[in-house]
């Protein structure tokens, strides 16, 4: 396993980051505890959850799984850097979602007594918060770190304005602010390339990517749907549909270079500009051994150029759409 520090911390996390989102709707207990301890033994330290996770009337539940493996013990705890996240409804009552000072108090203390620790290592905000001012923010999370119940903290789903706007305040407090940001990011979705990579490099953060495989669209889905593995419907249908030509060259590639389609999509995020650690979130112990096999591609300048042929990316903001 290969490792980086996050962001502009000192912070070790490996290059992959396990996802978790699975856990719960679509793994079972016993299967998700397999996969974990397969990815403490692949190198793998870097778990992302969030407090939604199990959804709807299960929200919670991810959380709850991963408590349930920390407290077997056998420094299950101690080897992982656990991320999970806040700002969904957890509940009906006002108060129980967004960022507001009360909020950030009454998530953490439940979210610690899901996962069974004493304190969160990166805590990160699920989404933006417009109406919360971000001193109110900073203080609340001001007092989680002097309290020992958080250590780090990450955005998810911010703007490049918004980073600045949080690290700007956070300066003025004289807080560390953001340490990471995690966004949507793969070859299919490359928007973050005109103000959130740019913002990630100048402040300092480490860029998370969730759906690197774009929900299976570059995991070789053309071949999958020939040979009546998987059907796709849905807006991934449309998408499929819409891309269908890209996807064909890109598999092309992907067999010319003699890797799978995923492994390449994992590679190439690995070689991008302030990313940290891609979220893989396997459903079972096959889908997280061939993302680990991401890690012995290497994509040399000529097959990044090819890659940037077939899908475009985003000059840094003005430049892309202004002189």
Not at 249 to 261: I, K, M, V
Not at 286 to 297: I, P, T
Request: proline share 4%; net charge negative.
């Amino acid at each position: 396993m290969e490792f980086t520090h996050l962001g502009r911390t000192g912070l070790t996390v490996s290059r992959l980051c396990l996802g978790t989102m699975n856990f719960g709707p679509h793994t079972e207990e016993a299967d998700a505890h397999q996969i974990m301890d397969t990815a403490h033994e692949q190198g793998i330290n870097f778990f992302d959850t969030a407090n939604v996770y199990g959804w709807g009337e299960n929200k919670g539940r991810t959380e709850e799984i991963i408590g349930s493996w920390f407290a077997q013990g056998g420094g299950r705890r101690e080897k992982t850097v656990i991320a999970t996240k806040l700002y969904g409804d957890m509940g009906e009552w006002p108060n129980e979602g967004k960022l507001s000072a009360l909020n950030i108090r009454r998530a953490v203390d439940a979210s610690l007594r899901r996962l069974r620790t004493d304190h969160i290592d990166l805590y990160q905000m699920h989404h933006v918060d417009r109406a919360t001012p971000w001193d109110e923010i900073w203080q609340a999370m001001e007092v989680l770190v002097a309290q020992g119940k958080i250590i780090y903290v990450g955005s998810s789903n911010f703007a490049g304005w918004h980073i600045a706007q949080a690290q700007e305040s956070a300066k003025a407090r004289n807080f560390l602010g953001l340490t990471s940001e995690q966004s949507i990011y793969n070859l299919l979705e490359r928007n973050v390339e005109l103000e959130v990579v740019p913002a990630a490099q100048h402040y300092g953060l480490g860029l998370i990517p969730w759906s690197p495989l774009h929900g299976g669209l570059l995991g070789g889905v053309l071949r999958k749907e020939s040979q009546g593995v998987r059907r796709v419907t849905g807006r991934s249908a449309e998408t499929l549909e819409a891309k269908r030509g890209q996807l064909q060259a890109y598999e092309d590639l992907a067999a010319e270079l003699g890797h799978e389609p995923g492994d390449v999509a994992l590679a190439w995020l690995l070689s991008r500009p302030a990313v940290t650690a891609p979220i893989v979130g396997p459903r079972t112990l096959e889908q997280l051994h061939a993302a680990v096999r991401a890690l012995d591609v290497t994509l040399d300048q000529k097959t990044l150029d090819r890659l940037d042929e077939i899908f475009p990316g985003r000059r840094t903001a003005p430049e892309d759409y202004a002189w």
